[in-house]
């Protein structure tokens, strides 16, 4: 039996009623944060925490208790008992339940608050031989710095990318790359490497965050611009970055083949660094 986390306590996953009238389901009024678990510890919840307070900042949502992040997910992690092995946990919370408005409820509504846990395998096939993946107008809205439960837009366009299996949907918006539908991309273009920089345009990675650090600290060229549509042919290497991919080369852009279609050296090189400094910590 999957225990989960709702409003205070740790229950039944099967047992949480939600009413029909929270505004998470009525507008998608809500944000969301997904952490991993590495066998003994969470990767970087410092920046979670961070994250879920400038998400819940932004849409205002009176929730004071994000500091308590780090001890749901923990708990969650003991009593599914999955100490012992890779695992992500979900945290979600909503502007909670009020009579339907377009305007803001009294700023006292209670938020809604879930969180769940579950064992994870990372996808080694994708990792080691990289993937392939879409190209496609960006039709989300102009607000995607917040980790909103709003993702229809990036569930659509995922959507389109798998059934023609592909791995990522990659979003171009004016004729710029952007970031995944849940992922950041970054490029190797001249021996520099290239990623979006931070707007509302994308979504601030937390592995985005490290890996532009673990560059640095390589000595690499970095740009963060954003690269054109057009300039794909000039593209020798590129990966994506989150929680759960990591750093996962990219083989194939919209049908263009990068380098010689095999995961490139920076992008080994950085994965090679990412991998090292989560087995430092485990110890
Ligand atoms: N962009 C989008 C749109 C995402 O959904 C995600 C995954 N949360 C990311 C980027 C990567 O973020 P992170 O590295 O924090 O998982």
């Known amino acids: 039996m999957e225990t989960a986390y709702f409003n205070g306590k740790f229950i039944p996953k099967d047992e949480i009623s939600i009413s029909p009238d929270d505004r998470g389901f009525l507008f998608a009024d809500g944000i969301y944060e997904v952490a ?8 970087d919840m410092t920046s979670h925490v ?17 500091d308590l992040f780090p001890s749901i997910a923990n708990d969650l992690i003991r009593l599914n008992k999955l100490g012992s092995q890779q695992a992500m946990v979900y945290f979600q919370v909503t502007r909670g339940a009020a009579v339907r408005t377009h305007y803001f409820p009294s700023p006292e509504t209670t938020p809604t608050v879930y969180a769940n846990a ?59 790359i952007t970031e995944g539908s ?9 021996g520099t490497l290239f990623t ?15 890996v532009l650090r673990i560059a640095q600290e390589l000595g690499i060229k970095i740009r963060e ?21 990591e750093v996962t080369p990219v083989i194939d852009l919209g049908g263009n083949t990068l380098g010689d279609g095999l995961p490139g050296p920076m992008t080994r090189l950085i994965r090679e660094k990412f991998d090292a400094e989560i087995k430092a910590i485990k110890g």
């Not at 979006?196 to 490290?210: A, C, D, F, M, Y």
């Open 36 to 43: 991993r678990w590495y066998e003994s510890f969470f990767y």
């Open 50 to 66: 961070t994250r879920l307070k400038r998400s819940l900042r932004e849409l205002r949502i009176n929730w004071d208790g994000a």
């Open 118 to 176: 579950w064992g994870f395998v990372p996808d080694n096939q994708s990792l080691e031989s990289g993937i392939k993946v879409m190209l496609k107008e960006d039709i989300r809205w102009s607000r995607c710095d917040i980790k909103s439960i709003a993702l229809l837009p990036n569930t659509i366009s995922f959507q389109e990318a798998f059934e023609n299996g592909m791995k990522e949907c990659i979003f171009v918006r004016n004729g710029l």
């Open 182 to 190: 849940h992922s950041n991309i970054f490029f190797v273009i001249d």
């Open 196 to 210: 979006h920089p931070e707007s509302n345009q994308v979504l601030s990675g937390i592995t985005r965050k490290n």
């Open 225 to 245: 611009e954003a690269v054109q549509e057009n300039r794909i042919r000039f593209i020798r290497e590129a990966f994506i970055t989150n929680t759960s991919a």
